[in-house]
């Protein structure tokens, strides 16, 4: 147990407060573990498994898991440290993403083990008088140091009533759950403090607020996010997590490692202390034995390595083409690779598509279909036309 907490130490930036944690831990007591889940991004990344692997940790240690998806709030808009309102979702679209968000997460959770909660359940029954003892716990002054809050008061930007009151919100869901301890991302930090503060107000013991950290992306400079495509998703392809973890800065892999294993520190040195470009394999294999079939490691490595050479990889899918000549750019529609002409122009005008080892850059090329032509998208994508 005492190793379990220490990865997780570890890989907090703050714990308010360590004392209450270590206080609670040893207490015997089964606690109760919040995190709140974002229904408008059900998409999760490894930058999302740093809180997730933390959660596996307390539930190896014997403590209870709740999600709470926020679909209340999910329908009102998170301000979410945007520089303007999100716009709100519908009940389904909450529901919906929840679904997808439960069935990604666990793929690192316990599904026996974690308990899901809906935070309308609570919320959507609060009447006016409810709401008016709520916000009667805080002050404006107190919400206007979230500082997106503040800076769009300050630079004349919409900041609309309703957004005030997402804190108070959030922080009422661990009221209702009497949470022991809440995690979440350092952007959260301010939310997850409310809900620390909220607990005193109505009797409750608070709960242990821990912050972590926002993994950067394959950019080396953002954090990690589908819209910026420079994620590894817990649901892509082996390969594709083997292709992505090639493509993590140096500099930064050592973080890696750090929040997205399970890897003890002398683990860690060992392997950043050796060649770089087999420590980048490492991470992959990690990655491959916590969400894939660790077994696939050496045949995709040797693939990957192929295909760096130049070489056609073995058991490229084939697709029948029911014409002896077709447009390159129907051709790329035909096997999939591209969603329209539209997409397959710009493929072909980026410098991304080869037949046989050709650079296809015109748009008008008629390719003649002939038994084993190989089309090529990018490093990875293959497909023999026949």
Known sequence: MNDKLEIIKRKAVQIF?????????NSDKKLTIKLGADPSRPDL?????????????FQDMGHEVVFVVGDFTGMIGDPSGKNKTRPALTFEQTRKSAETYLEQATKILDK????????????????????????????????????????????????????????????????ELKADIEIGGTDQTFNLLVGRELQKDYGQESQVV???????GLDGKEKMSKSLDNYIGLTD????????SMKIPDVVLRQYFELATDLSTDEIDKIMSGDIREAHMLFAKELLKMYDDVNEF????????????GEIPDNVEEVKIDKKEINICDLLV??????????????????GVKVDGE???DINKVITIAEGKVVQFGKNRFKKIF
Do not use: C
């Open 334 to 351: 035909e096997i999939g690779f591209a969603s329209s002409k539209s997409e397959a122009k710009r493929m072909i005008l980026g410098n």
């Open 298 to 309: 050496e045949s995709i490595k040797e693939r990957y390595i192929n295909i760096a050479k």
């Open 17 to 25: 407060s360590e004392e209450d944690l270590d206080r609670k831990i």
């Open 112 to 175: 026996n083990k974690t308990r899901i909660a809906f935070n309308s359940e609570w919320l959507s029954k609060m009447n006016f008088a409810d709401v008016i003892k709520l916000t009667s716990k805080y002050t404006v002054a107190r919400i206007m140091e979230r500082d997106d809050f503040k800076n769009r008061f300050e630079n004349n930007l919409p900041l609309s009533m309703h957004e005030l009151l997402y804190p108070l919100m959030q922080g009422h869901d661990s009221v």
């Open 237 to 244: 392809s082996p390969f594709e997590k083997f292709e992505k």
């Open 45 to 57: 990344h490894i930058g999302h498994s740093v809180v997730l692997r933390v959660l596996k940790q």
């Open 359 to 361: 650079v296809i850059t």
């Open 210 to 216: 821990m912050t972590f950290p926002l993994l950067v």
